[in-house]
């Protein structure tokens, strides 16, 4: 029960942390980027608190699908946002090598980015916090009082997931500057991806959209999705070891639209 408890809060904390360390590094030369992210994250904190809390009463709303809505607005508005941040981010990294010189005063658009992001930030923080805070309540409902090995467990569990997104932050902030936008573009599609894999898979558990629901391919016997590495997969690229054939459509449209949108908003080269 103690392992148990500290692996459940290091997948919620992992997912939100690596979301978080991948948009810290995709925003590491933008001006204020770490007040704006800690808005976001402390929004969605703040947000997971009251939605926990709030819960039961969310979920007996429309028949009994208000957790449902909820989840799937959610997704949807977080798709909407780090979509939009996705496809503004190339004009945004040529504009910055024009006026370098300007980059501590961001324009509009800047900041119109890095709200977006936040938004999706908080959403998403929200999305695994409440499940954090409702598993941690759930489990002292049941045993009437917390021990101290049980509260060592959980926050072993906070701490190792903090960690490991800022490790991931970290690690691409090594990297050049060209390379730094490649990789964090490619991750953020792929999060985009992730978002809209996770939307088609509640639709269908609610029963909204029923089609395509056999198995793409099964791959829980070599890499289920409760070990560590499948979970830091699927923080990171949205790895599902049984996902249905609506998930892997919707991640692959997702991803192939932004990667189409954002080539054709490069600039063609010069001949």
């Given at each position: 029960?103690?392992?148990?408890?500290?692996?459940?809060?290091?997948?919620?904390?992992?997912?939100?942390?690596?979301?978080?360390?991948?948009?810290?590094?995709?925003?590491?030369?933008?001006?204020?980027?770490?007040?704006?992210?800690?808005?976001?994250?402390?929004?969605?904190?703040?947000?997971?608190?009251?939605?926990?809390?709030?819960?039961?009463?969310?979920?007996?709303?429309?028949?009994?699908?208000?957790?449902?809505?909820?989840?799937?607005?959610?997704?949807?508005?977080?798709?909407?946002?780090?979509?939009?941040?996705?496809?503004?981010?190339?004009?945004?990294?040529?504009?910055?090598?024009?006026?370098?010189?300007?980059?501590?005063?961001?324009?509009?658009?800047?900041?119109?980015?890095?709200?977006?992001?936040?938004?999706?930030?908080?959403?998403?923080?929200?999305?695994?916090?409440?499940?954090?805070v409702l598993f941690v309540a759930g489990t002292l409902t049941g045993s009437g009082t917390a021990s101290a090995d049980w509260l060592i467990s959980v926050a072993a569990g906070l701490v190792l997931g903090v960690f490991a997104g800022w490790?991931?932050?970290?690690?691409?902030?090594?990297?050049?500057?060209?390379?730094?936008?490649?990789?964090?573009?490619?991750?953020?599609?792929?999060?985009?991806?992730?978002?809209?894999?996770?939307?088609?898979?509640?639709?269908?558990?609610?029963?909204?959209?029923?089609?395509?629901?056999?198995?793409?391919?099964?791959?829980?016997?070599?890499?289920?999705?409760?070990?560590?590495?499948?979970?830091?997969?699927?923080?990171?690229?949205?790895?599902?070891?049984?996902?249905?054939?609506?998930?892997?459509?919707?991640?692959?449209?997702?991803?192939?639209?932004?990667?189409?949108?954002?080539?054709?908003?490069?600039?063609?080269?010069?001949?």
């Amino acid at each position: 029960m103690l392992l148990g408890a500290g692996l459940i809060v290091f997948r919620e904390t992992l997912e939100a942390a690596l979301f978080v360390g991948i948009v810290a590094a995709a925003t590491a030369h933008r001006a204020g980027r770490t007040r704006w992210l800690c808005l976001g994250v402390l929004a969605g904190a703040l947000g997971s608190a009251l939605l926990a809390a709030g819960m039961d009463r969310i979920a007996a709303r429309a028949d009994g699908l208000g957790q449902d809505l909820l989840a799937v607005l959610l997704l949807t508005t977080a798709l909407i946002l780090l979509a939009w941040h996705t496809l503004q981010a190339p004009r945004l990294a040529r504009q910055a090598r024009i006026d370098a010189d300007r980059l501590g005063a961001p324009d509009a658009a800047r900041a119109g980015s890095m709200i977006a992001l936040t938004g999706a930030v908080a959403l998403a923080v929200l999305r695994e916090g409440a499940e954090t805070v409702l598993f941690v309540a759930g489990t002292l409902t049941g045993s009437g009082t917390a021990s101290a090995d049980w509260l060592i467990s959980v926050a072993a569990g906070l701490v190792l997931g903090v960690f490991a997104g800022w490790s991931l932050a970290r690690g691409l902030g090594r990297l050049s500057p060209r390379r730094l936008f490649a990789a964090t573009q490619a991750l953020l599609m792929l999060l985009a991806g992730s978002l809209a894999s996770q939307l088609a898979r509640t639709l269908h558990q609610a029963n909204w959209l029923t089609v395509l629901a056999d198995p793409a391919w099964d791959a829980s016997g070599w890499l289920p999705n409760h070990v560590p590495l499948a979970i830091v997969l699927h923080g990171l690229i949205g790895y599902d070891a049984a996902p249905s054939e609506l998930q892997l459509l919707a991640y692959l449209v997702a991803v192939g639209l932004l990667a189409t949108a954002t080539g054709l908003s490069r600039p063609l080269p010069r001949s």
